[in-house]
């Protein structure tokens, strides 16, 4: 007996494309992002990605200063059709606004993904590459597979991120030019 593959209703992706104007009419919503103008509607999270990004986030919130505050999955608006949702950001305090979810490249200090299977080309290569033209000064990286592993970098002179560490569990996170965000990797270990 022959086996038959099933295919989508829709063989090829629907682009939609909307202008700056139509998506901020849209209702909030984290998963979705505006790249060059298309709609992109991002993957439900994994149990595993969601307790990294809750315990990093409770882990920096422990050691900020107080100019700063970490939020999650807010918008990164870095340019009008460029609407990106980092996991994580650390934000300048006089910038956070409770009833607002998106903030500006300036505003931003530390932008952080947490990769997942489906995001693996958006965080290792779209978004940082989105976030150094933006001017973000800092961008994390943090691997959930086959074991977790937080790659740090900087902003260079040549405007591209220069990466300044990896950790994995047993060391201590200690990225230059964030002498605040010291974080155990061990503990950021589900479970």
Known sequence: MERCLVTSVLEEPVAVRLTAEEYA?????????LVDGV????ETPTGRHQDVVDLLK????AVRPKELRIV???EAKLGDVLRRNPDLMAIRAVAYNPDCGSYRPGDIALAIEVVSPGSQTRDRI??????????????WRVETLPGLAVHTYR??????????????PGDTIAAPGL??????VAALEPG
């Open 39 to 42: 709609l992109m509607v991002g």
């Open 25 to 33: 009419q849209l209702p909030p919503n984290s998963r979705m992002e």
């Open 179 to 184: 002498p605040w965000a010291k974080v155990d």
């Open 58 to 61: 409770w882990r920096l919130t």
């Open 155 to 168: 902003l260079g002179e040549t405007g591209s991120y220069l990466e300044t560490g990896l950790f994995t």
């Open 72 to 74: 999650r999955e807010q």
């Open 126 to 139: 779209h978004k940082p590459g989105e976030y150094a033209r933006a001017g973000i000064d800092h961008y």
